[in-house]
């Protein structure tokens, strides 16, 4: 996958603006796409927010919390929007003092499991409390994950956009069926992330 026109436009921005905000992946699929962007760039600070104690290679310039009581959701949030929501709800103080003098918050979510599901609507609405902009990226789950996966993305999608008219709408089933059947889940996972951090770059830049 060809990166460089990422790399040219993270190279011309004002890193002064970016101080003031903090790129937060919620959940895995966020997650995932916030460690793409700083792979790409050294621009900003991030938050790394799941129910589940973080496995990988730590990023120096981000902040990782575990939500909710380690007791409960030791093991995730099972796919269920609910637990999502009560983990962060556990974790608010701990997230509104993550956010303190942030300015932007761009929020990165998958919509399937319960983790994004949950807890993206927690965080969302700690940033209206706040009074921080943010802006809102959403990835909806593939078709064969199942009835309980699509019901979390579109109670999610629901309740994202009632706090917030910034929210932009990915989809995994649509990225795969853009590709033809050589191609691999891992160069469309790749694709659908670098489309991503070009949409939140571009919203960036109009800051």
């Keep these: 996958m060809n990166t460089q026109k990422y790399k040219d436009v993270t190279s011309v921005r004002n890193a002064k603006k970016y101080d ?6 919620v959940g895995g699929a966020g997650i995932k796409v916030i460690e793409y962007y700083f792979n790409h760039s050294n621009k900003g600070k991030g938050l790394m927010i799941d129910t589940r104690s973080y496995q990988g290679s730590r990023i120096s310039c981000c902040e990782y919390l575990t939500l909710g009581n380690r007791n409960r959701f030791s093991s995730g949030a099972h796919r269920l929007a609910a637990n999502g929501r009560v983990a962060a709800q556990e974790s608010r103080s701990e997230i509104i003092r993550a956010l303190k003098g942030v300015k932007t918050v761009i929020l990165v979510a998958g919509t399937g499991g ?3 599901s949950g807890s993206s609507v ?4 700690a940033c209206k409390e706040m009074k921080i902009q943010l802006f809102v990226f959403l990835i909806a789950p593939f078709e064969f994950e199942g009835d309980g996966s699509t019901n979390n993305s579109r109670t999610c999608q629901k309740n994202i956009s009632v706090l917030t008219n910034n929210v932009y709408f990915y989809s995994n089933q649509d990225i795969m069926l853009e590709f033809d059947k050589t191609a691999t889940v891992a160069d469309a996972f790749e694709y659908l992330h670098l489309k991503i951090c070009l949409q939140i770059l ?6």
């Design 20 to 25: 003031l905000i903090r790129f937060c992946g």
């Design 114 to 116: 319960g983790t994004g």
């Design 122 to 125: 927690v965080l969302a609405d």
């Design 202 to 207: 571009s919203c960036v830049s109009s800051l």
